[in-house]
């Protein structure tokens, strides 16, 4: 059985896997190495520097390529070092349209960096295809998508976005970091790149950063290949081994964080001091029907805001969590509170913020995997 065929669970654990040719090892060794010994200049087993490719890395990257329904995997030293590949495609006077409602950190080198080099971003709400048709010229060379939205939840037909960028010839990159693969696969709704975040959801357990990006098309993999060579901004093997233990479990791990936080959704939705649950779950959310044609199940992100909406309120409630711990990121087995607008999205200025809804009130939960009832019971004694 050839292992493109194996189903997405198999797909995250053999995936562009096979044991290692020196000793069998199951796991493949972390090389940790710079350099490889030639035979004669040019003679080497596939590998020169490890900025250009290393074994484990590769490994890595297999397993990306795999689990996205991809053909190409890259593997960077973070998310933002990923984005960064994927905006040097373009040049000066190209023109990118993104959501409004975006990770900060990828505003941020949007904003501070990339338009000092001539790079025109729109900023969009994507719910509606109108609008970004609205934007589009032949100046427009990218689409970015986020989706489901952080840290509003918001939730983007990538399909119908695909098919807008197909007519205009505009490549489509979808930030997967908060669904995962197992959630929702980009490419088969016709995305060209699927970008991650590894640090959260497909690392796992809060103790690596590195970045993903997957491609189908050759010529596109060559591109970023050749940025990824070229800018050097890898990740080391340590790093990729470590991401790779995680992609093995992340159907359990995905499956849990669905089960608790529809549980915690349901909880706070029913509490009477919380004014407002984002979660793309529920039947009333706006995108309730997108999201359940284009994702599998939920997930454990969920935004709310206290009754009244004050900030002093959900300062006091982050402070008063136990089991939730106040951090940035998400998407490790352990429950962790944010208040976005002081932490991951205060690099966003405040009107910009809250125009999509990112209020100062606003709390941010990444649900782990530990029993919800334990959740439940920490979310109660602090908003109490
Ligand atoms: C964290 C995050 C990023 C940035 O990734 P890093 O690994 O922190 O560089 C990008 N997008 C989303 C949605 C994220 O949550």
């Known amino acids: 059985m050839g292992k493109k065929q194996l189903k997405f669970n198999s797909r995250t654990i053999h995936g562009g896997q096979s044991p290692d040719e020196a000793y069998g090892a199951v796991m493949p060794p972390i090389y ?51 984005i960064d590949a994927v905006i040097k495609l373009l040049g000066p006077g190209d023109e990118v349209i993104s959501t409004s409602d975006l990770y900060g950190g990828s505003y941020r080198i949007f904003k501070s960096i990339f338009e000092k080099y001539g790079i025109v971003f729109h900023f969009v709400g994507m719910q509606d295809i109108e609008e970004i048709a609205q934007h589009i010229s032949p100046k427009t060379k990218l689409i970015w998508v986020e989706t489901p939205t952080n840290p509003m939840m918001n939730i983007i037909d990538i399909k119908s976005v695909s098919q807008l960028a197909r007519k205009y010839n505009v490549l489509l990159a979808v930030d997967n970091t908060f669904a995962t693969p197992y959630l929702q696969l980009p490419l088969d709704l016709g995305a060209d790149i699927v970008m991650h975040s590894a640090t959260k959801y497909l690392g796992g357990h809060s103790d690596v950063v590195l970045g993903a990006l997957v491609v189908r098309d050759k010529e596109l993999a060559d591109q970023l290949y050749f940025i990824q060579n070229a800018s050097g901004a890898v990740c080391g093997p340590m790093d990729s081994f470590l991401v790779l233990r995680g992609i093995k479990t992340l159907h359990v791990r995905m499956q849990r964080h669905c089960e608790n936080g529809r549980a915690v959704a349901e909880y706070l939705a029913n509490h009477p001091k919380i004014e407002k649950v984002f979660w793309p779950g529920f039947s009333d959310h706006p995108n309730h029907e997108v999201a359940k044609s284009q994702m599998k199940d939920f997930g454990g992100m969920i935004s709310f805001v206290p009754k009244g909406g004050k900030y002093q309120d959900a300062i006091k409630i982050v402070e008063k969590l136990q089991l939730f711990t106040l951090a940035e990121s998400l998407g490790g087995v352990e429950s962790l509170a944010g208040h976005p607008a002081s932490m991951t999205h205060a690099s966003i200025p405040k009107e910009e913020r809250e125009k999509s809804g990112v209020v100062d009130a606003l709390i941010r939960l990444s649900v782990g995997i530990e029993d919800k009832e334990d959740l439940m019971e920490d979310l109660r004694q602090a908003i109490e």
């Open 32 to 82: 940790q190495t710079s350099t490889y010994a030639q035979s004669t200049p040019g003679g080497h087993k596939g590998y020169e520097y490890s900025r250009s490719a290393n074994p484990t890395r590769t490994a890595l990257e297999n397993s990306l390529a795999s689990i996205e329904n991809g053909n190409y995997g890259l593997a960077f030293g973070s998310g933002l070092a990923a």
